[in-house]
């Protein structure tokens, strides 16, 4: 008992430590490197938890948009072009509700990769599959219990239960058709069961004519309530049958099949049965010649009589507690429910469209998307539902029921999308709403972000799954592995090179080591002759001085066999040969022969016996008063001057360093930290400017701060890393071209991600990290400066649908199921808390001071944050952003203008700019462009937040520019030379007649701001104020809008699928539908007019013709004028093919088109796409009513443009049905005539260089 009272102490104990690790862990993590506050932490009308997503969609268009033909953009444009709403001062017209040219672009590439794809097909027509399912439960598939499973999978399926004459049955005549009904009929048998497996019989029986069939099958019918049989026999002997018909009638699955093939192969499978039927047993039963020459009405009563035998044994089976499954009880299919069709899908062909298909174009290209996503989300559905019952198959567990499934796929979109599909309490089934939005004709930009970014994402998806895609990246990776094996090689060079040149400094180090040792042993051989030569005075002073080291070797044998004994460089120790490497390593560093290492104090030591050595020689010439002796001659007086001059400055040096030394020193240490050459550069300098190191008097070399030694020599080592990576760093641009995926720079310590995309900025960096749980009880969190908030409730943060932990987590073996669920739910959190995905707080450091911080933060010896530090200083390294200045007139100062710039950037301050912003406010307080409120009360532009326009480019209409979010962080003024007004300096009419005119100097305010994206630019005082108001714009109005933002400048250079750069922003307008409508009668109307007797459209007494071809060239500039025109254009076709007389059809009763497409039975039923046989334009009166309902309530050009397609289709079948299609009209062979005799003019040189130019932007 006390034992195990000391161990419940013992796991107290470890429990309340525990607890306490886990405390401090939280709040570790509440503080680290990945919670540093970020620069970009969003983007304008782009939710939070959709920025994974964002970025996920952004980086796949940039990486494969050669495959897509998509020119690139900017993630700030992505985003604002994803989110963009046409500002309420533009109405609610056709062009206002155009999305931008780069949508359009974007979603056309992806439905031209999409539909040229082969595996496009397998999801296209996947909303018309439907599984063998009986025809009272519809979603319901009947599947084998599990004992006649088992019993199925004993027995050999190939084996025949029924002994039959194989080549009776074969030769019996039979019509093909009838054969593949009854054999089809039976294909799904084994998964029938119960009363379902008679009646699937009974249907064959009514199809087939042949007897031997017949009796076969009646036979199988008597083995279902036999004891000796049962319904698995049945199906067995069912099965065996079709195999082997089918086995021997290739011809019913491919009728190019010979004759002759076919008798050869039907010999084989009778002797192949002959074989089987030997096997048998005598007891097995046969169908004899007398079963086949049966009544048949006979056998059919005595099946009704079995059947009712079967219902009463069935009732006393429900009686004796066995009841029968529910229908909803019972397995459901896989295949999701086939969904009705929408107002798209009607106006689509039959077949899969392609990439090169007509109704593919800027008009279509929201119903297009809408028609896809909902063929690639269905495709999922059952994609998802397979995984779902393999996984339950493989624990054992019982299939889904027909509920669970329906409620599984009302979840399918969370599933799929994750994070973009938002957090709990929102609609669950938004992304299927804006597919039906979109199927509807709705217009694009009445969905939200989310909606959009889901649809985007879908396509996305399926373009991962194409084969294209799947191509370039295959072959992306065996790029990558040959451009790795060169990294390889070239890394191996690398380090052959350094330990080259660390043996070839060893052997240097070596050999300085032996000659110190020889120069030692040399002077004080020296010394010692010195001092015996002062004793006997053998020698002179001048010859002892002037011996030579041969001399002193050759003095004495001793002396000699002592130079001989000394050490050789093979005999120094390696630690004495590493000191010396390290010793010439700083020498190098400091580009000396020899350096001295001080202490700071020794340093202060040094300096303050520098001064009174100064002090005592300025006494011993005389003191302060030694200038007042005249007898003092030139030099001596020019010594003492200089002389007090050096105190001087010693003593002013000594009252101002201390502080310009702490700094430096302060520098230098986060110099080491940051590790960059940039920042140890500056350090080092401000150490030499502080007088951190100097001449050494006494070594004829430099001494320098201990300090500044390791500054310097990291310094050296960061040139030389960062040498390498040049001569490495057109290996890894070729690597990193060849994309497989995008991974992480690194972790930190606690798991969380930072990111670098490709196609962003060197030097920025995404960084990805969880949210800590907040406690029960916990208040407010207050994070310490610097860092960001990401203590969140539980709730808060998961976002798309639960996992179904029972399908992989059961109670049955060994499992522990607590920890198989705590295992599995922290791949979303680290707590485990969730089966959900967790969303992450995102954010991105774009300038240098952010990324240093995180640096900073990292420790640099743990392997995992070591890789990381290493990865972010490289990023670091690259960065090279400018500083983006207004043009700065001449200052006069021409004869230095470096000097002049340097002084002005030393003004750069970070306050006192109260005067300068009251005279700017004075001066442009009252712009047009300038609506700030409170302006008066504002005394600084400092730590104010502005939005600033950065211009890009521009044409002769307008400008293009880029809009940044950033703060006003310092100011300075520049001077500038500006003209003095002519009335300010006139004083007589003379000088109204002056050529030269004067100027005078002004000091121009400037502020800096630093961006979010990590630029910095300076602003005068007009522009400062239009930015700041133009921040507070942004923040407070929904009017606010940006006309000339670079993501409504965007043309695609490459697939140009709107047409021209100067057309793509009416590519979808209804003018540009009304000219493709103009185009298409001209080609249609000149055939069938020969079909008509009464030229009412285009006749000569008729103008309506005319008056309809005026009206859509000069008049259709809105969707009400095109739709009236596509309906009279159709009205005329009609009347043109003959209406409905030669229809065999009854026309009377026709229900109204809006009626059929209430009805969802009705709506699958109509075709609106004319058969190839039918008499005119449409198959029946109620597929034009369906068209003209359709037309008539349409909203957007782009379920018209495919209304249009539609006409045309099938006037186009009418022509070609009588013989029309291929007539030259007279309208054609003028027009051929004229194009042949017509010569176009040569262009010149710069209409030729006009043509080839690009678009702007890139």
């Excluded at 003092?632 to 001059?645: F, G, N, V, Y």
């Excluded at 809009?963 to 100011?971: F, I, K, L």
């Excluded at 709506?1163 to 058969?1171: K, N």
Aim: aromatic content about 6%.
């Amino acid at each position: 008992e006390k034992q195990k009272e000391e161990e419940e102490m013992q796991s107290q104990q470890h429990k309340e430590s525990t607890a306490l690790e886990s405390t401090s862990n939280t709040m570790t993590r509440r503080v680290c490197a990945a919670t540093r506050l970020c620069d970009v932490t969003g983007f304008p009308s782009v939710p939070q938890h959709c920025i994974a997503d964002a970025l996920m969609a952004w980086d796949f268009l940039c990486t494969f948009h050669r495959v897509l033909l998509l020119q690139p953009i900017d993630l700030p444009d992505f985003c604002a072009a994803l989110a963009y709403n046409p500002p309420a001062s533009y109405g609610s017209d056709d062009l206002a509700m155009a999305p931008p040219v780069f949508l359009v672009e974007t979603h056309l590439g992806l439905l031209r990769l999409l539909l040229q794809d082969e595996v496009s097909k397998e999801w296209w027509f996947s909303v018309i599959e439907t599984d063998a399912v009986t025809a009272d439960t519809p979603e319901v598939l009947a599947l084998p219990s599990i004992e006649d499973a088992v019993e199925d999978e004993s027995k050999n399926s190939g084996a025949p239960v029924i002994k039959v004459d194989m080549a009776l049955l074969l030769a019996q005549s039979e019509d093909g058709l009838r054969t593949t009904s009854w054999v089809k009929s039976l294909e799904d048998i084994g998964s029938k069961k119960g009363k379902t497996v008679r009646e699937t019989i009974k249907a064959a029986l009514k199809l087939t004519g042949n007897k031997w069939v017949i009796a076969y099958l009646r036979k199988a019918l008597s083995l279902f309530r036999s004891p000796s049989g049962g319904p698995s026999s049945t199906r067995r002997a069912v099965q065996w049958l079709i195999s082997r018909v089918k086995e021997a009638r290739p011809d019913l699955s491919d009728a190019t099949v010979k004759i002759d093939e076919v008798n050869e192969q039907r010999s084989k499978v009778v002797e192949q049965s002959m074989i089987q039927m030997e096997s048998l047993p005598d007891s097995a039963p046969a169908v004899a010649d007398e079963d086949a020459m049966s009544d048949q009405e006979e056998d059919e009563s005595d099946e009704e009589s079995d059947d009712d035998e079967e219902e009463e044994e069935e009732d006393e089976r429900v009686g004796n507690g066995k009841a029968q499954v529910s229908d909803e009880e019972q397995p459901a299919s896989s295949v999701p429910q086939k969904p009705a069709p929408t107002l798209v899908d009607l106006l689509l062909p039959n077949e899969k469209p392609n990439e090169k298909a007509v109704y593919m174009n800027p008009f279509t290209w929201a119903q297009m998307t809408g028609a896809t996503t909902r063929r690639i989300l269905h495709r999922r559905k059952r994609v998802l539902n397979e995984i779902d019952d393999n996984l339950r198959a493989s624990k054992d567990e019982p299939p889904l029921t027909v509920p669970q499934r329906r409620e599984r796929e009302k979840q399918i979109a969370a599933r799929v999308l994750g994070e973009c599909h938002g957090q709990d309490g929102g609609d669950p089934d938004f992304v299927e709403a804006a597919i039906e939005h979109l199927c509807s004709g709705g217009q694009y930009l009445e969905l939200t972000f989310a909606q959009r970014l889901c649809i985007l994402r879908l396509l996305i998806e399926a373009a991962y799954d194409s084969r294209r895609i799947h191509d370039v990246v295959i072959g992306n990776y065996n790029q990558r592995a040959s451009a790795m094996k060169a990294l390889e090689q070239e890394k191996r060079k690398a380090k052959k090179d350094a330990k080259e040149k660390a043996a070839a400094d060893e052997v240097a180090a070596r050999e300085k080591l032996a000659a110190e040792a020889r120069e030692k042993f040399l002077d004080d051989k020296r010394e010692e002759i010195r001092k015996l030569n002062d004793v006997s005075h053998e020698l002179s002073d001048e010859m002892v001085e002037s011996l030579t080291d041969e001399d002193i070797l050759e003095f004495d044998e001793d002396i000699k066999a002592d130079y001989e004994a000394l050490p050789t460089p093979e005999s120094f120790t390696k630690n004495a040969v590493s000191k010396m490497v390290e010793r010439m390593q700083e020498e190098a560093a400091f580009d000396t022969d020899a350096l001295t290492v001080l202490t700071l104090d020794k340093v202060l030591e040094r300096e303050r016996l520098h001064l009174e050595e100064m002090e005592g020689q300025l006494v011993g010439f005389g003191g302060d008063e030694a200038l007042m002796d005249e007898s003092l001659d030139r030099e001596t007086i020019k010594a003492i001057e200089s002389l007090r001059k050096d105190i001087e400055k010693a003593k002013v040096q000594a009252e101002r360093l201390p502080a310009a030394r702490e700094k430096a020193v302060e520098q230098l240490r986060d110099g080491m930290e940051d590790g960059t050459i940039k920042v140890l550069r500056s350090a080092v300098t401000a150490a030499k400017k502080a007088k951190l190191s100097g001449p050494d008097d006494e070594t004829g070399g430099i001494w320098a701060l201990d300090l500044l030694r390791d500054a310097a020599l990291e310094l050296e080592n960061a040139k030389q890393n960062k040498k390498l990576i040049d001569a490495q760093k057109d290996l890894v641009a070729k690597r990193n071209k060849c994309f497989i995926r995008t991974e992480p720079v690194g972790r930190d310590r606690f798991g969380n991600r930072f990111w670098k995309l490709d196609h962003e900025e060197e030097g920025s960096v995404w960084a990805e990290a969880e949210y800590s749980l907040k406690q029960e009880g916990e208040g407010e969190y207050e994070p310490p400066p610097g860092y960001a908030v990401v203590v969140k409730d539980g709730k808060s943060i998961t976002v798309g649908a639960p996992d179904r932990e029972e399908d992989f987590l059961h109670d049955g073996g060994d499992m522990d199921i607590d920890a198989c669920r705590s295992l599995s739910r922290m791949e979303y959190h680290s707590t485990g808390f969730s089966s959900r995905l967790v969303q992450n707080h995102w954010g991105c450091h774009t300038s240098e001071e952010s990324l240093r911080k995180v640096i900073k933060s990292l420790d640099g010896k743990s392997g995992r944050e070591k890789d990381l530090k290493s990865s972010l200083k490289e990023s670091l390294e690259k960065v090279d952003r400018q500083e983006n200045e207004p043009e700065v007139p001449a200052t006069g100062d021409e004869d230095n203008p470096v000097e002049a710039s340097e002084a002005v950037e030393s003004d750069t301050k970070s306050d006192g700019d109260e005067d300068a912003f009251a005279q700017a406010k004075k001066e442009y307080g009252q712009a047009k462009d300038v609506s700030i409120e409170n302006l008066d009360e504002l005394s600084s532009a400092l730590a104010r937040k502005v939005r600033v326009r950065i211009k890009v480019d521009g044409t002769k209409d307008n400008d293009i520019a880029k809009y940044e979010s950033g703060t006003v962080n310092a100011w300075k003024t520049r001077p500038e030379q500006r003209e003095i007004p002519r009335e300010a300096h006139s004083d007589s009419d003379d000088d109204e007649m002056e050529t030269e005119r004067q100027t005078e100097t002004v000091h121009v305010p400037l502020w800096r701001v630093g961006t979010e994206l990590g630029n910095v630019v300076w602003l005068e005082s007009l522009d400062l104020l239009e930015s700041m108001s133009r921040f507070e714009k942004s923040q407070s109005t929904q009017s606010y809008f940006e006309h000339d933002a670079a993501f409504l400048g965007y043309r695609n250079t490459m697939g140009r699928f709107c047409g021209k750069a100067s057309e793509a922003s009416y590519a979808s307008s209804p003018v540009n539908l009304a000219k493709l409508m103009v185009k298409k009668e001209a080609e249609l109307y000149p055939k069938l007019k020969i079909r008509s007797y009464d030229e009412f459209w285009g006749g000569s007494k008729s103008g309506e013709r005319a008056a309809w071809t005026n009206k859509m060239k000069d008049y259709a500039f809105d969707t009400e004028t095109v739709k009236q025109g596509l309906l009279t254009l159709e009205n005329a076709f009609f009347q043109i093919t003959g209406e409905f007389d030669d229809y065999d059809l009854p026309v009377q009763d026709v229900p109204e088109g809006k009626v059929i497409l209430e009805d969802t039975a009705m709506r699958e039923l109509i075709e609106l796409e004319s058969d190839k046989n039918v008499v005119g334009i449409w198959n029946r009166p109620a597929s034009r009513a369906v068209f003209i309902e359709i037309v008539s309530n349409a909203a957007t050009t782009g379920l018209l443009a495919l209304a249009l397609e539609l006409l045309s289709r099938n006037t186009t079948k009418y022509l070609k049905k009588h013989g029309l299609l291929n007539t030259r009209t007279q309208y054609a062979v003028e027009e051929d005539f004229a194009s042949s005799s017509r010569r176009p003019r040569r262009k010149n040189a710069w209409q030729s260089s006009a043509a080839d130019t690009e678009d702007w932007y890139e």
